[in-house]
T-cell receptor, first 116, second 110 residues
Framework: DGGITQSPKYLFRKEGQNVTLSCEQN?????MYWYRQDPGQGLRLIYYSQIVNDFQKGDIAEGYSVSREKKESFPLTVTSAQKNPTAFYLC???????????????FGPGTRLLVL | QKEVEQNSGPLSVPEGAIASLNCTYSDRGSQSFFWYRQYSGKSPELIMFIYSNGDKEDGRFTAQLNKASQYVSLLIRDSQPSDSATYLCAVTSGTYKYIFGTGTRLKVLA
């Protein structure tokens, strides 16, 4: 079964703590993305990666970091610098980042991050 | 600032009726247009994409694109209570970056 998995489903962060959200895909997609969704708002892009060992900041990268050491994996770390991390985090992937049809994005099930 | 606008709703329609969801976008260079459905607490799932002006049909869903007027719409025929969800419109200029609308909440009344 091809798809995108995210873990954990729920994550609790204490103040001052860094936490890492996992995203894995077995679709053989080149491009991967991280979005944040807050109630009543659209999805906002945090980071994206079009190829292994390369990634770019999105619109709201401050307080977050990523790595892309493997094609299948794109973990997101929410650092203590992110002062308002409570949100629904969505990972997505696409075959490539460019070209009609290549950029259709498919989403994982999401991780809900809550602050204790 | 490139924008995608959707009426937040809720849009209420009776079961069996046609639901019409609309989306306008500001970037004339936009090339690809997507509709996602998102149930409460779940992630978005792709319903349809459209690239060319006109209509594209898939089962009970029809996407309509009018690039001159910069709008894209989604029609849902024979609406069912299970169609009740938030529908997200996304637009891209052929690159990695999607611009999402805030979504329209649809309620299908049994």
């Amino acid at each position: 079964d091809g798809g995108i998995t995210q873990s954990p489903k729920y994550l609790f962060r204490k103040e001052g703590q860094n936490v890492t959200l996992s995203c894995e895909q077995n679709l053989n997609h080149d491009a991967m993305y991280w979005y944040r969704q807050d109630p009543g708002q659209g999805l906002r892009l945090i980071y994206y990666s079009q190829i292994v060992n390369d990634f770019q900041k999105g619109d709201i990268a401050e307080g977050y970091s990523v790595s892309r050491e493997k094609k299948e994996s794109f973990p997101l770390t929410v650092t203590s610098a992110q002062k308002n991390p409570t949100a629904f985090y969505l990972c997505a992937s696409s075959r490539s980042g460019t070209g009609k049809g290549q950029e259709t994005q498919y989403f994982g099930p999401g991780t809900r991050l809550l602050v204790l | 600032q490139k924008e995608v606008e959707q009426n937040s709703g809720p849009l209420s329609v009776p079961e069996g009726a046609i639901a019409s969801l609309n989306c306008t976008y500001s970037d004339r260079g936009s090339q690809s247009f997507f509709w996602y459905r998102q149930y409460s607490g779940k992630s978005p799932e792709l319903i349809m994409f459209i690239y060319s002006n006109g209509d594209k049909e898939d089962g009970r869903f029809t996407a309509q694109l009018n690039k001159a007027s910069q709008y894209v719409s989604l029609l849902i025929r024979d609406s069912q209570p299970s169609d009740s969800a938030t529908y997200l419109c996304a637009v891209t200029s052929g690159t990695y970056k999607y611009i999402f609308g805030t979504g329209t909440r649809l309620k299908v009344l049994a």
